[in-house]
């Protein structure tokens, strides 16, 4: 059962159902992705629940995609968008507004400094995370003046044009939109070891590949390696712990910057830090950032040290939406509740209880393969046999499905779609994740059998 919840959600007297997915067939891409054998239709949130138009809640353990950082409408941020755009709803970066100023101060307030201790302060607002790493590789070609980009197999870096290049998992990729100048080296991804090594008497041979990718596969200068401190899309996959430290070590004798895509272990996500590649002590020269950034609101972000941001003067770079006032006043007021509803805290707390619960399951069914992650970043992956780790996405995809009838939204990614993505608001509470993990529990007894 779904713990009790005082929110009452509004009767439904829009389109039905079944009026929606026909205007839809109709007129939206069909190329557009939707979960579910039949697309779950949501018309209302509230913190971590969300309504569909019968009225009936769900458990949203996936946040959107990992997007609503601290609740759906969570009431402070809710007020501070109504407030916003009852009042100036747009404005573009050419005339000066206070919205925009302030709220790239409050997030340099949580930036961390470079390796020669200049601070990462300076921030170019965007729509989307797949624009911010379009900017992030833009500002570290000019800056270096190379053009290699390096990043990693099974990483997801967005669907635009050079995004996709450093996207690499063949399901995101287009065959009309051919890499170029773009390189993968391997991940830290040890239940499937692409060097088929044991941690740690590998000695992070993954790290260390980077090396020969730059030396055999660029001029030997690059411009810039992005990596997600904890792959997302890729099933929540945490590398050793000295994984990232090798890779900007060997990046940086190359002459390349470093960018943390933070687009979803950013904001508190891993608990302990409120930047996810801060668990691994290493500094970047680029952070770009996206989904939690606004709890929802369309808003991304690229920041770096002055000197990397002045290369954006060289040329006039504009874009429409980026600062809008709505979205900054999402942003700010997302962060103010990070702060003071010790909304990393919980995430740290709720995330040990249930990688423990993950953990015992995985005792009991023998479906899973790994549990992985930290704070709300959470995967378990699925396998039709322990030894030979077949991937289970029939499972998976089964899992989702009997989830959802019982009242819990689960994600899920890997190249094979069988890695379970645990990534709910960080407001969820304890009687939520044992809810989840009862839930789960169950539908695995029933798939096993
Ligand atoms: N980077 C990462 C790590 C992501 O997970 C995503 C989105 N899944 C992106 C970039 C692209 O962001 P957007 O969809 O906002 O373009």
Redesign the pocket.
Known sequence: QLPPCRHQPQAYDGPSRDEVLALRHQYVNPGVLTYYREPLMVVEGNMQYLWDETGKRYLDAFAG?VTVSVGHCHPHVAQAVKAQAGRLQHTTTIYLHPTIAEFAAKLASKMPANPDGLPLDRTYFTN????A?EIAVLMSREFTGNQDVVALRNG????TTT?MGMTAHGTWKFPSNPQSGITHSVPGYCYRCPLGLQYPSCDVKCAHDIKNVIEYQTPGQIACFIG?PIQ??GGAVVPPPEFFSIVYDIVRQHGGLCIA?E??GGFGRTGKHYWSHQNWGVRPDIITM??GIGNGAPL?AVTSTGPVASTMTNRIHFNTFGGNPVSMAAGLATMEVIDAEGIQENAAAIGDLLIGGLTELKDKHALIGDVRGLGLMLGVELVKDRKTKEPASDAAAELMERAKQRGLILGKGGLHGNTMRIKPPMCITKDDAQFLLATIDQCLSEIAN
């Open positions: 995609i989307s995370g797949s624009e790493n997801y870096h967005g669907g995004a997600e997302g899309v895509d687009v979803q996206a989904k991304a």
